[in-house]
């Protein structure tokens, strides 16, 4: 595989998890550096880690996998979002920016990185046909990806800053809006 088409695949693997920053880094407050590098390495260690294991399963379960992978991130990235669309009608516009926590919790970052990664699990089931070398197509994977949700955070704080509860509300519809995505593709539903 080229390196031109190993950075096409890296990149477009990771516009979920960039997508899902944004949101994360909207619904804190400020975020630091700190914590978007955190939130960037989360992602992109499960991003790299999911081809690999859609890879080893190869062909033995590539239809098993296929039918449910779209299900359960739809439904992970649904509750997610509905979460932080609940929780920023909590807050009263005075309370806001006081009360938005500093960082996330590890197991939610990471149940964010898995449902946005499994899309990554069935492209491994697809490499394991072709003469790729998987740990590097991986580690390109896992790179992009922690740059791009490292930027996704930080964007999301900016965008936070200017729009309160409307940016948490929205990061909970972009996350439906991936699950209802990522559903949509694998039901084959727009033609």
């Known amino acids: 595989m080229q390196l031109y088409t190993i950075l096409i695949l890296a990149f477009g693997m990771s516009m979920d998890a960039f997508a899902a920053a944004i ?9 630091p550096l700190k914590e978007a590098l955190r939130t960037g390495l989360i992602f992109g260690v499960i991003e790299a880690i999911t081809p690999v294991i859609g890879w080893g399963i190869g062909l ?46 590890f197991w939610v970052l990471v149940t964010t990185a898995v449902a946005t990664s499994l899309d ?31 930027s996704g955070m930080l964007l999301g704080r900016f965008l936070g800053a200017a729009m309160g509860k409307w940016a948490e509300i929205l990061g909970g519809v972009v996350l439906i809006g991936i699950g209802t995505s990522i559903l949509v593709e694998h039901l084959g539903l727009l033609g």
């Not at 072709?130 to 896992?142: R, S, T, Y």
């Open 60 to 105: 033995a379960a590539s239809q098993f996998i296929m039918s449910w992978d779209h299900w359960v991130a739809f439904t992970l990235l649904l509750i997610l979002g509905i979460r932080m669309i609940v929780e920023a009608f909590r807050k009263g516009h005075a309370e806001e920016d006081a009360q938005a926590p500093r960082r996330h919790g």
């Open 23 to 31: 949101g994360k880094g909207a619904s804190l407050h400020r975020p």
């Open 120 to 150: 990554a699990m069935a492209v491994g089931v697809g490499l394991a046909f072709l003469q790729v070398n998987i740990l590097v197509m991986a580690l390109a994977i896992g790179a992009a990806t922690t740059i791009m949700a490292t």
